[in-house]
């Protein structure tokens, strides 16, 4: 009798240790598809980034419009410039570099230096 008591108490131990070990493994399993869940989603607006850098231009001013906020360049092509922009120092003839974004299919001004 205490031989089947004490195959049925490391029977149980067993169940009990496999059971644990399947918790662990279940728990396991979900955080690696959490993880790969975020990774993916992070993956997906990783091209985002690569669209909104600012691109750098070196040209003359040709034209500023200080109602319409834009100031032209000379190689024909228009900026939009933030409504607290300062246009101090910038008129026709000026060699400037503009930093700029397109935002709409419209370049937007990030910065804008003047070249002595």
Do not use: H, W
């Amino acid at each position: 009798m205490s031989c089947l008591r004490a195959n049925s108490a490391t029977f149980g131990r067993q169940i009990l240790s496999q059971t644990k070990f399947f918790s662990s493994l279940k728990k396991a399993i979900a955080m690696r598809f959490m993880i790969a869940a975020l990774m993916a989603t992070a993956s997906l607006f990783a091209p985002f980034n690569a669209f909104s850098q600012s691109v750098d231009v070196e040209s003359t001013i040709s034209k500023v419009d200080v109602k319409g906020l834009t100031i032209t360049l000379a190689d024909g092509k228009s900026y939009k410039v933030p409504e607290e922009f300062n246009f101090d120092g910038l008129q026709a003839g000026v060699k400037v570099v503009v930093f700029y974004t397109e935002v709409d299919g419209k370049r937007v001004v990030d910065d804008l230096e003047v070249v002595q």
